[in-house]
């Protein structure tokens, strides 16, 4: 099983910005992607971003130029840069990864970091 620790998130103002981290542990030794999602009230979860083990990225339209997915491999840990957060940001970033233990594939999620903007 894999084990996923966020933090990071808060209350900022519309236009500011907001790191979110994200690390992993457990009986997991390859990693193939991390990603962030969120969940706004009401609305069905979403992708933000994700990366996979080679470095290549995806990003939701609605945050391209403005958020920014980076990963340590050597510390199992994601992150994710937001900058010029508007209010419809606000949403609970759940971090996700998709990886290789001994017992085959696995796939863990975070327990939700709450990202508020305020306008």
């Known amino acids: 099983q894999v084990q996923l620790v966020e933090s990071g998130g808060g209350l900022v103002q519309a236009g500011g910005s907001l790191r979110l981290s994200c690390a992993a542990s457990?009986?997991?030794?390859?990693?193939?992607?991390m990603g962030w999602y969120r969940q706004a009230p009401g609305k069905q979860r979403e992708l933000v971003a994700r990366?996979?083990?080679?470095?290549?990225?995806n990003y939701a339209d609605s945050v391209k130029g403005r958020f920014a997915i980076s990963r340590d491999n050597a510390k199992n840990t994601v992150y994710l840069q937001m900058n010029s957060l508007k209010p419809e940001d606000t949403a609970v970033y759940y971090c996700?990864?998709?990886?290789?233990?001994?017992?085959?594939?696995?796939?863990?999620w975070g327990q939700g970091t709450q990202v508020t903007v305020s306008s």
């Open positions: 996700n990864v998709v990886g290789v233990s001994d017992y085959g594939l696995v796939e863990g």
């Open positions: 990366i996979r083990s080679g470095g290549s990225t």
């Open positions: 457990g009986s997991i030794f390859s990693i193939n992607v």
